[in-house]
């Protein structure tokens, strides 16, 4: 669809170089177009005109932030990554498909060339397919997925274009399942309520209150340094730089000495992974020993504590959960855990559990969530909510203007995130409830139910879904609408619905996201799937396995509007990630590449095709007309003109002087919620209708939860009262016989995901990211510690082969003490799989070390990703 001729976007300067600007996942930058080609990315950078920023007064020092955005180093890559070879210029078809056979060969998914078709016979196989499957199987056979993450912008995002495409079309979904917060949302929300934020206790003003209060802070599973906000860039990396200033104290608990440690560690404390809640328990004890936990709130605040310090002293099973007692289990020496206890007791301290309080990679192991209820357990016993004391990552917080409109709320400015579901609609699975009222969509809500919709999937079961039905689970989706809701059981096929036998997949990134993934790769191959899509920027991952390739282009070649790190929906106060809350334009700065097409417009001619263009683009509206809507309904419109906005390309939202309010303060001191953040009644209310306590039953944090008890009192795997349990796959387990070492898969330092790896960039040649070998082939970096590559002759730089049961990946060795001995580490999201042989059955080049990791769920009734609990073997690999 074309825009409208439009001008007057961005700036000129003298030699005809225009400057536009942009949003990516992590930051918002400037954009430098030369005859028709982006010459140049660069953060954006704010001007004298631009709003003060913020400062902060803290113990006889004044904080304020650099007036630029701090932008992760990927994101440089930019230009190359939308210039890169690996990008879908055309439809393309798999050879030997052919739409018109029965045999769809599907055997050969993964192997086949492709050849370049037009978009209208592109149309024409999605036209008679669709309608195929509508009336040979009716509702249900089409299933779609996309991924977590997508690019940055609240009208193309997944939630908003895809989402309002197939909800009209409808389909079975995918459900994700809560990857970031799998810890948290099995486990912490039993103890303190914040199910509606995916388990991510409220971070309100938590850096103010950090810069004036707090001596020590403990980041355990966390690298804020790496992982940052999530979508913040490097906007806290000055944070910790002040707070280093101040003399507070940074203690860092991972088994890699991660990013965060290398620039700021006093005390770097490295379990056995899977290990954590038996350190915790010590530490607990300790407490509990010497009486240094904080009575007062423990009696006040909690409840179900004697239950707890049973099991903790040994009363519940006998054994004393003693710092002696856990150094066995963890590795981690007696003393140090004493020293720490004792240290954390004495000091106001935060404890950053995950980038942001509820993630880290130990909450997606496992019986993951026992971990997160520890992390809650011990602030809990430390007060949290008084000045210092917090659940705080160093990532969230600052003092930045609520994400709340301005007429309900004299302190707030409103513009949507991606939470909020952008032009779908979609109340069921986005929050999408607040913005409709205020106009930003206006198709009726009976147009927006996805028609068969009462049949969807659990993404981690695709494969079994699609190749081995029926399968069951419990919880759908993100699970927040009650911290019950995650008990419930769903099934599929649902009855009288048909199985999937068409997959469109949004995104091309699960070979290298999701776990046990040679899974997929057979689930591709299975006659069972007799039609395959895929829609996404780079020829990678999935795409491969498609039968049709759609190309779609990437946010620097379509027109969207999106806030710096703005998730809004479950998380308001995420504008409270960065240092200044900037709203851009997200011009479209050069057409788009070869026959590529927006997203918005792939699923319009789509829609043409079938019948409801006029119903999906509500009348025609394009890509900018809804830009122009998104900055009409929201506060953006009331501060600056349309055509400023164009010329300008970006506004920062003034920062209101306003009263402190931390995040739990108000708990501690038993008064009403005086924090802005969602929950039940949009901001007000937490856990009672009165505005009082937490979202747990008896509004308190619960040592003992009622809602497990309630479920099963007797579930072993997530008993009442939180237990360390073994991992069911560890180095004490049968598997540690074959596989004798621990994999780590964290999130990749270089790369969001897939997302900038492997599509022939610089980045690839980072030698912390990927590494040249002997071939020539750059192969992704697993660390391993001297101890371990000495007996088994391996030298930096080798080729290695890191298999187990699952599968088998060639990685390039990096020897290195910075994981402890019995581990290795390998960043996860490969966007490259690469087999040596048969797909799924051969060694892997690319490095897509989830092929590696088990399906296996957390526990028994947490249905979640447990990728960090994987045991490997790695050999020196000569290359055959
Ligand atoms: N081993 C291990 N595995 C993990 C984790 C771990 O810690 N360890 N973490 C888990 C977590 S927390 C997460 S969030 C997931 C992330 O897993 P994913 O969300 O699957 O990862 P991404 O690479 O971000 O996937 C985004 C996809 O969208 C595509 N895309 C981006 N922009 C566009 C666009 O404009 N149009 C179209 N059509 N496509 C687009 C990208 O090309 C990519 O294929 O991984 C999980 N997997
Ligand atoms: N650069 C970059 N930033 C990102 C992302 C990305 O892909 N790249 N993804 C974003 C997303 S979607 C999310 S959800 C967040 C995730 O943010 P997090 O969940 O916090 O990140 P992870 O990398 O999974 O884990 C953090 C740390 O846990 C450590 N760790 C692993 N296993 C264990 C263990 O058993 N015990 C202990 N104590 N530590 C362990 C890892 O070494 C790592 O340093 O990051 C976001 N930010
Ligand atoms: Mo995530």
């Known amino acids: ?178 990857d970031s917060w799998e810890g948290a949302l099995w486990g912490s929300v039993h103890m303190y309520g914040f199910n509606w934020g995916v388990g991510v206790p409220e971070q309100n003003d938590l850096l103010t209150d950090a810069l004036q209060n707090t001596d020590m802070i403990v980041l355990w599973s966390a690298d804020p340094e790496t992982t940052l906000g999530t979508y913040a860039g490097y906007e806290t990396n000055p944070w910790r730089q002040w707070l280093k200033e101040l003399g507070v104290k940074f203690v860092i608990i ?83 855990i004493r020293a720490l206890a004792r240290e954390w007791a004495r000091k106001r301290t935060m404890l950053g559990y995950g980038s942001r309080p509820g993630m880290g990679s130990a909450g997606r192991s496992a019986y993951g969530h026992e971990w997160a209820r520890y992390m809650v357990a011990l602030q809990a016993m430390q007060g949290v909510g008084k000045p210092g004391v917090n659940w705080w990552s160093t990532s969230a917080g600052s003092p930045n203007t609520h994400n709340v409109p301005e007429d309900s709320n004299p302190y707030g400015f409103f513009f949507p995130g991606y939470g909020d579901g952008g032009i779908s609609g979609d109340t069921t699975n986005t929050g999408a409830a607040r913005i409709l009222p205020r106009g930003f969509v206006r198709i009726p809500v009976s147009d927006r139910v996805n028609q068969p919709g009462g049949q969807h999937v659990l993404r981690l079961l695709l494969p079994e879904a699609i190749m081995n039905p029926p399968v069951e689970w419990r919880g759908k989706g993100f699970n927040t609408i009650s911290i019950e809701s995650q008990f419930k059981k769903y099934k599929y096929p649902e009855d009288g619905y048909s199985e999937i036998r068409m997959f469109w997949r949004y995104g091309a990134a699960y070979i290298g996201t999701m776990t046990d993934t040679n899974r997929w790769v057979r689930m591709y191959r299975s006659p069972k799937l ?94 900018l007309d809804w ?130 790896d492997a599509k022939d960039t610089w980045i690839d040649e980072i030698p ?11 192969y992704r970096v697993i660390r391993v510690n001297p101890v371990d590559a000495g007996p088994r002759g391996i ?25 402890r001995p019995g581990t290795v580490h390998c960043y996860q999201a490969s966007a490259a799989y690469d087999p040596m042989g048969e797909p799924g059955e051969s060694p892997d080049r690319g490095g897509v070390i989830n092929l590696l990791t088990p399906h296996r769920f957390l526990s028994k009734n947490a249905d979640g990703m447990a990728p960090s609990s994987a045991m490997v073997e790695v050999e020196r690999w000569e290359g055959s």
């Open 768 to 778: 912390e990211h990927r590494r040249r070998g002997p071939d020539g082939y750059l």
């Open 530 to 623: 007799e039609f395959v899509v895929n829609q996404n920027p780079w020829f990678e991952g999935e795409a491969k396995f498609a039968d049709l390739v759609l190309p779609a282009c990437t946010s620097f070649e379509r027109w969207d509007i999106g806030e710096f790190s703005n998730i809004s929906g479950q998380s308001v106060e995420s504008v409270q990630f960065v240092n200044h809350r900037i709203i851009a334009l997200q011009m479209k700065a050069i057409e788009p590449l070869g026959e590529s097409r927006a997203d918005y417009d792939i699923f319009a001619m789509v829609a043409k095709r079938l019948g409801f263009y006029e119903k999906y683009t509500e009348g025609g509206m394009t890509l």
């Open 1 to 178: 669809m074309d825009h409208e001729p439009e001008t007057g976007f961005g700036r000129e300067l003298d030699d005809g170089t225009k400057v536009f600007t942009n949003v990516t996942n992590e930051g918002p930058v400037f954009v430098y177009v030369k005859d028709g080609r982006i010459v140049r990315v660069e953060p954006l950078k704010l001007s004298p005109e631009d709003p003060e920023s913020w400062t902060i007064e803290a113990r006889g020092r004044r904080f304020s932030p650099p007036r630029k955005a701090l932008v992760p180093s990927y994101v440089l890559a930019e230009r190359a990554r939308v210039y890169s070879p690996k990008r879908v210029l055309y439809p393309m078809k798999r050879v030997d498909f052919d739409p018109n056979k029965k045999d769809r060969k599907a055997e050969n998914r993964g192997k086949s060339e492709y050849e370049r078709i037009t978009w209208d016979e592109a149309l024409d196989i999605l036209e008679q397919e669709i309608t195929r499957m509508h009336k040979t199987y009716g509702p249900g056979a089409i299933g779609t997925t996309s991924s977590s993450h997508h690019s940055w912008g609240v009208i193309g995002y997944r939630l908003s274009s895809y989402f309002r495409f197939i909800d009209i079309l409808g389909v079975t979904y995918a459900d994700h399942n809560p």
């Open 254 to 336: 991972d088994p890699f000495y991660n990013y965060t440690a290398v620039n700021f560690a006093d005390k770097w404390i490295a379990p056995k992974p899977g290990t954590d809640t038996a350190l915790a328990a010590a530490i607990a004890y300790v407490w509990i020993k010497e009486g240094t936990y904080d009575k007062w709130f423990v009696e006040n605040r909690t409840v179900g504590f004697d239950k707890f310090s049973d099991y903790i002293m040994g009363k519940e099973d006998g054994t004393p959960k003693t710092p002696e007692w856990a150094e066995k289990i963890t590795g981690v020496p007696a003393r140090e």
């Open 795 to 819: 030298k930096d730089g080798d080729l290695v082969k890191v298999y187990n049961d699952r599968g088998t990946v060639i990685c390039i060795a990096e020897v290195t003490e910075r994981i």
């Open 627 to 756: 830009v122009r809507r998104f900055y009409e309904k929201s506060d953006l419109s009331k501060y600056i003109s349309w055509e400023e906005f164009k010329r300008r390309g970006y506004f920062v939202v003034p920062v209101k002087k306003r009263p402190i309010t931390p995040a739990l303060r108000w708990f501690y001191e038993g008064r009403r919620r005086d924090t802005v953040g969602a929950g039940p009644a949009g901001g007000g209310v937490m856990g009672m209708p009165d505005g009082t306590g937490l979202g747990t039953q008896s509004g308190k944090i619960e040592f003992e939860a009622n809602s497990l008890k309630r479920f099963d009192p007797n579930d072993p795997e997530r008993p009442p009262v939180p237990h360390y349990i073994p991992a069911w796959e560890g180095p004490d387990t049968p598997h540690a016989k074959k596989y004798p070492l621990q994999l780590m898969s964290p999130h990749a330092r270089y790369s969001f995901h897939t997302q900038y």
